[in-house]
């Protein structure tokens, strides 16, 4: 995914250029909201701007490879425009912070995740002391300086609450270039929520690779269940969400706070990855299928209500037909609301990169069409329960395709089209719902 927040100023303007995950998303935010502090209007067009700033993932093998290609087109921009400032932030800064200047040399400086709270003085070191190449790739096993962030809407803000991971995922990358996981204090992720909630946002996401082992690496022992209580005091009207949550990590307590709780929403994404014991072996992630729907058959029967969704990985190595029939079976069973569902590829540096039996690329793709279409199926049958229900929507905006149409999203995440006008923009309204489509339920104010 590509997103590009435009900027233009005074006198200098700025583009950042953001891929990968929802915490790169929430760091070009604060990127965006550090620059206009420091007089800088965001804009489109990089043609237009005195400094470009590329906010980078490696989470996927072709991510690497797409910021270089950019960084590559970038060059004549360079050459044409002598003052121009480059700057490559996020996860493959962190990671290859010696290989970028040998392979692109036209980049002025490489910031490493928990860094960018620097960028104005590392700007002003860069525009007044002629100098080249700067790295801030330290510290990044503590936490970042305090930054707040210009979201785009003004009704979703998303607060990181732990930086890192200890899970080492056979798959995954992020231990290796987000450092070990660290907790921030639940007083200053009050603070920010509270900042948040005054500037008038309505829904709070926290974020976190592995939300729910929060308080790692804190003073005060506290775990993820005692921040959530806490912020629910805040005696202001807002929504609770929270990503990702790891199953070995989901306890009970936990799914006694989000039943009781008003203020958190009820849907829960809980990332399985694989159905098959096996295969959730061999990814490390700690939990058997077993486990895994027997924690979904608490949840459910806790709160009926609850809408689920998952990250599935299809064509992990050794991954046989039966494994897949495992993931499919858990599918079927759990009837998720929404599946994130990915073929498997190599990342270099983890382990499962180099694990025989890599999987064909066009098995790959059989396995992962077979599961969309069972999801597709799930998620119709799920959406249709809704038709006839009043449910409450907080109105984002209107819809891109047609803005007449507005669009909203309900305690459950379920995204809901409705007529409506400006006035309803961050707003909460009740709503009867009258149809339902695989991914989307139809709707009228009442
Ligand atoms: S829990 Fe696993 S997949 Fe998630 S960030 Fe940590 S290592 Fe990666």
Same mark, same amino acid.
């Given at each position: 995914?590509?997103?590009?927040?435009?900027?233009?100023?005074?006198?200098?303007?700025?583009?950042?250029?953001?891929?990968?995950?929802?915490?790169?998303?929430?760091?070009?935010?604060?990127?965006?909201?550090?620059?206009?502090?420091?007089?800088?209007?965001?804009?489109?067009?990089?043609?237009?701007?005195?400094?470009?700033?590329?906010?980078?993932?490696?989470?996927?093998?072709?991510?690497?490879?797409?910021?270089?290609?950019?960084? &590559?087109?970038?060059?004549?921009?360079?050459?044409?425009?002598? %003052?121009?400032?480059?700057?490559?932030?996020?996860?493959?800064?962190?990671?290859?912070?010696?290989?970028?200047?040998?392979?692109?040399?036209?980049?002025?400086?490489?910031?490493?995740?928990?860094?960018?709270?620097?960028?104005?003085?590392?700007?002003?070191?860069?525009?007044?002391?002629?100098?080249?190449?700067?790295?801030?790739?330290?510290?990044?096993?503590?936490?970042?300086?305090?930054?707040?962030?210009?979201?785009?809407?003004?009704?979703?803000?998303?607060?990181?609450?732990?930086? &890192?991971? %200890?899970?080492?995922?056979?798959?995954?990358?992020?231990?290796?270039?987000? =450092?070990?996981?660290?907790?921030?204090?639940?007083?200053?992720?009050?603070?920010?929520?509270?900042?948040?909630?005054?500037? =008038?946002?309505?829904?709070?996401?926290?974020?976190?690779?592995?939300?729910?082992?929060?308080?790692? &690496?804190?003073?005060?022992?506290? %775990?993820?269940?005692?921040?959530?209580?806490?912020?629910?005091?805040?005696?202001?009207?807002?929504?609770?969400?929270?990503?990702?949550?790891?199953?070995?990590?989901?306890?009970?307590?936990?799914?006694?706070?989000?039943?009781?709780?008003?203020?958190?929403?009820?849907?829960?994404?809980?990332?399985?990855?694989?159905?098959?014991?096996?295969?959730?072996?061999?990814?490390?992630?700690?939990?058997?299928?077993?486990?895994?729907?027997?924690?979904?058959?608490?949840?459910?029967?806790?709160?009926?209500?609850?809408?689920?969704?998952?990250?599935?990985?299809?064509?992990?190595?050794?991954?046989?037909?039966?494994?897949?029939?495992?993931?499919?079976?858990?599918?079927?069973?759990?009837?998720?609301?929404?599946?994130?569902?990915?073929?498997?590829?190599?990342?270099?540096?983890?382990?499962?990169?180099?694990?025989?039996?890599?999987?064909?690329?066009?098995?790959?793709?059989?396995?992962?069409?077979?599961?969309?279409?069972?999801?597709?199926?799930?998620?119709?049958?799920?959406?249709?329960?809704?038709?006839?229900?009043?449910?409450?929507?907080?109105?984002?905006?209107?819809?891109?395709?047609?803005?007449?149409?507005?669009?909203?999203?309900?305690?459950?995440?379920?995204?809901?089209?409705?007529?409506?006008?400006?006035?309803?923009?961050?707003?909460?309204?009740?709503?009867?719902?009258?149809?339902?489509?695989?991914?989307?339920?139809?709707?009228?104010?009442?």
């Amino acid at each position: 995914m590509q997103n590009i927040f435009a900027i233009k100023i005074m006198f200098k303007k700025a583009t950042i250029i953001t891929y990968g995950c929802q915490m790169n998303v929430n760091d070009s935010a604060k990127v965006k909201k550090i620059l206009e502090n420091n007089n800088y209007e965001i804009v489109n067009d990089i043609n237009n701007s005195n400094l470009i700033i590329i906010n980078t993932c490696t989470v996927r093998e072709g991510a690497a490879e797409k910021v270089y290609g950019k960084l &590559g087109e970038l060059k004549h921009l360079k050459l044409r425009k002598k %003052n121009l400032i480059i700057g490559v932030i996020g996860c493959l800064a962190q990671e290859k912070k010696d290989e970028i200047y040998k392979k692109v040399r036209h980049v002025d400086f490489v910031l490493g995740n928990q860094n960018i709270g620097k960028i104005p003085q590392l700007l002003e070191t860069i525009e007044n002391e002629d100098v080249k190449h700067i790295n801030y790739t330290y510290d990044e096993d503590k936490l970042p300086d305090k930054v707040y962030a210009d979201f785009d809407s003004k009704i979703t803000a998303y607060i990181s609450i732990t930086y &890192g991971c %200890n899970n080492f995922c056979t798959y995954c990358i992020v231990p290796y270039v987000r =450092g070990r996981e660290r907790s921030v204090p639940i007083n200053e992720v009050i603070d920010e929520i509270n900042h948040y909630l005054d500037k =008038g946002y309505k829904e709070i996401y926290l974020l976190g690779q592995n939300v729910n082992s929060y308080g790692k &690496g804190l003073d005060e022992n506290v %775990n993820f269940t005692d921040l959530l209580k806490e912020i629910c005091k805040i005696d202001k009207k807002f929504r609770l969400r929270f990503m990702s949550p790891h199953p070995r990590d989901f306890t009970d307590e936990l799914i006694e706070v989000i039943k009781n709780e008003d203020k958190i929403c009820k849907n829960i994404h809980l990332p399985i990855q694989a159905g098959s014991t096996d295969v959730l072996k061999m990814m490390n992630r700690g939990y058997t299928k077993e486990e895994y729907l027997y924690l979904i058959e608490k949840i459910k029967n806790k709160i009926p209500d609850i809408s689920l969704s998952t990250d599935i990985i299809v064509g992990f190595p050794n991954e046989t037909d039966n494994n897949f029939n495992d993931t499919f079976d858990v599918v079927e069973q759990v009837e998720f609301d929404n599946s994130y569902m990915f073929m498997y590829s190599k990342r270099q540096g983890t382990p499962a990169a180099t694990m025989d039996g890599q999987i064909d690329e066009s098995e790959k793709k059989a396995r992962l069409q077979k599961l969309i279409d069972l999801q597709a199926k799930k998620s119709k049958l799920q959406n249709e329960k809704y038709i006839g229900k009043i449910v409450e929507v907080l109105v984002e905006g209107p819809t891109p395709k047609n803005p007449e149409n507005y669009s909203g999203r309900t305690d459950e995440n379920k995204i809901v089209i409705l007529k409506s006008d400006q006035k309803n923009v961050g707003e909460f309204v009740k709503v009867k719902i009258y149809d339902a489509k695989t991914w989307t339920l139809y709707g009228k104010i009442i």
